[in-house]
C-alpha cells in the first residue's frame, strides 16, 4: 500500500502559513488590569512578573498605551483600601472600580472594559459570597452581586463578567442589569469555573484568597466533564452572551466540548498559574517562554475558544509592534 506523504506541505514557510488552520490574533484578547485604592505608584506582583497593581491614575495611563499597541478590550479587578463582612466596597458608587470605570471611560471613551463582577476582592472572609455560618449563602449573594454589576454598569463598564460561580447569576443579573436600563450590556458568564490551584498567583495580584477553607462548595471539581456541559447550558438558557472556561491550559478538552455544543462565542481564562509556570520556567531558562506561551495560546484557539483573557496579550501586542516597525523583535 502507498503511505501519505504528509510532509508534503510542511516543506516551506510559505505552504505552512497556507495550510495553517488556527491562528491568534490581537483582536483574540482581554488584557486583565488590577487597580488598587490608595497606591502610590505601581507595583508588581512577585509572582507574575510584568504585571502590576496600579493607582487609578497609572492604570488610565496603562490603558492608553495598550490601546495604542492594538489592545481593546480589559477585564478589571480591584483591591479596595477597606474590606467588610458584605464586601459593600464592591458595590458602592464610589469604590474602586467605579471610579476607575468612570476614569478610563474619560480619557478613553472607545476602551471596551470588562467587570469582574465578584466579592471576593471586597469581603473581610475571601469568599465570593456572603456567609452563613461557615458556608456561602447563594441566594442572598446573588442581591448583593446583582447591585455590583448594576453600579459597574452606572460607572461605565460595557460588559459585566460575573466570576462569582452561584447558581442563578446569570438570570438574577440579566434581571438586574435589565432593570436599571442596561439590557444592552452583554454578560460574560464564567460559566465552568474549577476550583483550581492554578489561580495562586491572581489571589497575590487580587488579594483575595480565602481567610478559611477553599471554594470548593462553588467553583467546579476538576474531574468533571458532563458538570461542566451542565453548567454551560445553564448559563447558556440563563441569557449569557459569552460562555466562559477557566482555568484553559489544563481544561482545553471542556473548551472544545463546550464549542460543539453551544453557538455563543466562547472565551478561555489562560490563568495567573499558567503565565506564572511559563515565566519562570523562561527565568531559568528551561523553557522558551515566547515559543511555549504562543504554543498554548494557539492551542486554546485549536481547542475552540474564541477569545482569551490573558496576561501575555502586552507583550504580544508590544512583539507585533516592534515587527512592524521593523525593529528587533524578541
Ligand atoms: C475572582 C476571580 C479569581 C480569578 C478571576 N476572578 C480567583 C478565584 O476564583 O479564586 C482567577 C484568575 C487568575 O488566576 O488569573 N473570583
Known amino acids: 500500500m502507498m503511505f501519505k506523504r504528509q510532509r508534503r506541505l510542511r516543506r ?38 510584568g504585571i502590576y497593581q496600579f493607582p487609578i491614575k497609572d492604570l488610565v495611563e496603562e490603558v492608553g498605551r495598550c490601546m495604542s499597541l492594538g489592545l481593546k478590550a480589559f477585564i478589571l479587578f480591584g483591591i479596595p483600601q477597606n474590606k467588610d463582612e458584605r464586601g459593600s466596597q464592591a458595590y458602592a458608587p464610589t469604590g474602586i ?39 456561602v449563602d447563594n441566594d442572598s449573594s446573588l442581591e448583593l452581586l446583582t447591585q455590583v454589576a448594576v453600579s459597574q454598569a452606572q460607572a461605565g463598564a460595557d460588559v459585566i463578567a460575573p466570576s462569582n460561580a452561584m447558581d442563578g447569576f446569570v438570570t438574577t443579573i440579566r ?41 470548593k462548595s462553588y467553583q467546579m471539581d476538576s474531574a468533571n466533564r458532563r458538570e461542566a456541559l451542565r453548567e ?19 481544561y482545553l478538552d471542556i ?10 462565542p466562547l472565551v478561555a481564562y489562560n490563568v495567573s498559574g499558567e503565565y506564572a509556570m511559563i515565566k519562570a520556567a523562561g527565568e ?20 475552540g475558544a474564541d477569545l ?13 509592534w516592534k515587527d512592524r516597525d521593523g525593529k528587533a523583535v524578541k
Request: charged share 30%; glycine share 6%; proline share 6%.
Open 284 to 303: 531559568k531558562g528551561w523553557l522558551n517562554p515566547i515559543l511555549t506561551r504562543d504554543e498554548s495560546l494557539l492551542a486554546m484557539k485549536r481547542a
Open 97 to 135: 472600580v467605579q471610579e476607575t470605570l468612570q476614569a478610563i471611560k474619560k480619557s478613553h471613551p472607545e476602551a471596551l472594559l470588562i467587570a469582574d463582577t465578584c466579592l471576593c476582592e471586597f469581603t473581610d472572609h475571601g469568599h465570593c459570597g456572603l456567609l452563613k455560618e461557615d458556608d
Open 175 to 215: 434581571r438586574g442589569l435589565d432593570a436599571a436600563g442596561f439590557d444592552q450590556v452583554p454578560i460574560m458568564a464564567y460559566s465552568v469555573k474549577f476550583a483550581s490551584s492554578f489561580y495562586g498567583p491572581f489571589r497575590e495580584a487580587a488579594e483575595g484568597a480565602p481567610q478559611f477553607g477553599d471554594r
Open 12 to 49: 516551506n514557510p510559505f505552504l505552512r502559513d497556507l495550510v495553517r488552520e488556527t491562528d491568534v490574533s490581537l483582536d483574540d484578547f482581554i488584557y486583565p488590569l488590577f487597580v488598587k485604592e490608595g497606591l502610590e505608584q505601581p507595583m508588581e506582583i512577585p509572582s507574575m512578573p
Open 308 to 320: 482569551i483573557i490573558t496576561y501575555f496579550a502586552k507583550e504580544i501586542a508590544l512583539e507585533r
Open 255 to 264: 473548551i472544545r466540548e463546550i464549542r460543539g455544543t453551544s453557538l455563543l
Open 232 to 250: 454551560a447550558l445553564a448559563d447558556e438558557d440563563e441569557q449569557a452572551d459569552f460562555l466562559m472556561v477557566k482555568p484553559a491550559l489544563a
